[in-house]
């Protein structure tokens, strides 16, 4: 048996070299490091109540490509990324026997049961091999241990309460160094082939990933590629600097930042977005919008922190108030809001983004949760595992920790928030240019008379070629406070511009009120 010693660096969410404990740790207390990744079949079952696939093909095309990324890193540091197809514990329990030299099994610590059931079972094959288990903390910008909450039970119910807490009384960790070079490998390891969306037999006939010239979301998976965004919206663009201006845009890639994707895979670390900021704002210009990015990974880091503190109540159809709601379960109106067919354009617009691309800005995730929720009155998880299978930048707590607020179970500290879908199409795709982008049956309606077709007189529709009910659906469900809307729309006249790159039309009006989805008291939102 070797003496030498080895750890075993497992990897999950924490897909980088930059800011990652794990190497900063290994690096000093082993001579060789084997840093390891299992494609866990439990990843590519079905999702809980409603069978949707867990990993769906967007999702899974950016992991292989951030996999094959962070391989190639390593190769130039004198390592390599080991993978293998399988359940952590029984791979892990593999390579101990295989290696013989294994003293520990790093690990970064998860918050939700699935995740904390893997590292359960680690540890107890760690403990019955006598090998040591040296466990992180990584994935907030805020560390756990840091927060000014004696206990995670103390954590507040509402968000402002836990912003101004931490911004006034913690402080956010130093970057931990990149290495130079890894440890090596033990001899003899084979560094094992990374599978194909085939090999983990996830091909959905139905989606294939292409790139869509209208996403926006071309980017690739990857530490490096998460870098190279940030440089670009950072350095090269200046964008951050009217990230608060922008953040409500629908089409092009730079109305904001567009980092979730590798934040949720842990290609890019919040500690490194914050510290670039400080520098950015040393160097460049600090402002509204500047604060406004850090503003967002609190959102992030909270959610993280209410699945530590309510656990699997996350997921639960209560919620977190424990509110029993007559949700219905009608499928026939949840394809129709899948699949993008509601007739309602906004809805439409986002849901076939989403099925098309795997993204879905903002704005547009809050308004159609809330379609699904209030206008539809179906269950809010089965939104929810949709957003789970389709969504590139799928993270367990934002996602569920959002559905339940727009559902009006989760923290919220407002009763009844419900958004006006022709108010919110208007006000932030005033033209109706997002609308024509994503449902091209409706390009041949004018300016924002797209967003309530229904409306429009016979002569008008047969001018532009739509039949509702043939070409174009009519509405599933009409909202009595919709029509407050309908007549304050701009004019139609006039040729719109379509696929516009950059933001859509957002009105001056409104470009401020990224945070009007959290606190406004209005209900005519």
């Keep these: 048996m070797s003496t030498s010693r080895t750890v075993i660096c497992l990897l999950r969410n924490d897909l980088r070299l930059h800011d990652n404990e794990l190497f900063h740790w290994a690096q000093r207390n082993a001579e060789y490091i084997v840093p390891l990744y299992c494609f866990d079949p439990r990843h590519y079952v079905g999702t809980y109540n409603y069978n949707l696939p867990k990993t769906g093909p967007f999702r899974l095309h950016f992991l292989l490509e951030s996999i094959r990324d962070l391989r190639n890193t390593m190769l130039s540091k004198g390592s390599n990324l080991v993978v293998r197809r399988g359940k952590p514990e029984e791979v892990v329990a593999d390579l101990i026997k295989q290696l013989g030299s294994v003293c520990t099994v790093a690990f970064h610590e998860e918050v939700t049961s699935e995740e904390l059931n893997v590292e359960k079972r680690v540890k107890d094959v760690c403990a019955q091999m006598k090998v040591k288990v040296h466990t992180c903390w990584g994935s907030t910008l805020y560390h756990r241990d840091d927060l000014p909450f004696h206990n995670m039970s103390r954590l507040p119910d509402v968000y402002t309460e836990f912003r101004k807490a931490v911004e006034t009384q913690s402080k956010v960790r130093p970057l931990f160094p990149t290495p130079e070079q890894l440890k ?11 599978p194909t969306a085939e090999d983990l037999e996830q091909t959905d006939i139905s989606i294939k990933p ?11 998976g990857g530490e490096s590629q998460a870098l190279a965004r940030l440089k670009h919206y950072f350095c090269d663009t200046d964008a951050v600097a009217t990230y608060k201006e922008t953040r409500n845009g629908l089409i092009g890639a730079d109305y904001s930042t567009k980092f979730a994707p590798w934040l949720a895979m842990g290609c890019l670390s919040p500690r490194y977005i914050y510290h670039q900021i400080q520098q950015y704002e040393r160097e460049r210009t600090a402002n509204q919008s500047t604060y406004w990015v850090i503003f967002q990974l609190l959102w992030r880091d909270y959610f ?44 439409d617009a986002n849901m076939r983004e989403l099925a ?26 089965m939104g929810a595992e949709l957003f789970e299978y389709l969504l590139i930048d799928h993270d367990v707590c934002s996602n569920y920790g959002n559905w339940l607020y727009s559902a009006g179970i989760g923290n919220d500290p407002r009763e009844n928030r419900k ?8 006000d932030y795709d005033n033209n109706g240019d997002y609308v024509r982008q994503w449902v091209p049956e409706l390009q041949g309606i004018r300016g924002a008379d797209v967003h309530a077709p ?39 006249t006039g040729p719109s511009p379509r696929g516009k790159k950059g933001p859509s039309h957002t009105s001056k009006q409104h470009r401020d009120r990224g945070i009007d989805f959290y606190f406004s008291r209005s209900k005519n939102l």
């Design 356 to 381: 098309m691309t795997g993204f879905m800005s903002n704005r547009g995730r809050q308004n159609v949760a809330s379609f699904l929720t209030k206008d539809l009155g179906l269950d809010w998880r």
């Design 454 to 492: 229904w409306t429009l007189s016979t002569a008008s529709l047969s001018h532009a070629h739509v039949t509702l009910g043939e070409t174009y659906p009519t509405p599933i469900v009409m909202a009595p406070e919709w029509s407050r809307h309908v007549n304050k729309k701009p004019s139609g």
């Design 184 to 194: 090596p490998l033990p001899q003899g390891l084979e560094e094992g082939a990374i």
């Design 304 to 347: 993280k922190f209410v699945g530590v503190k309510y656990g699997n109540r996350l997921f639960q159809i209560k919620g977190l108030q424990e509110k029993s709601v007559p949700w219905k379960k009608d499928m026939g109106l949840f394809n129709a809001w899948k699949e993008g067919r509601t007739g309602v354009p906004f809805v």
């Design 419 to 426: 958004f006006n879908m022709i108010k919110q199409g208007l």
């Design 210 to 220: 292409a790139a869509d010239p209208r996403s926006a979301f071309p980017c690739s």
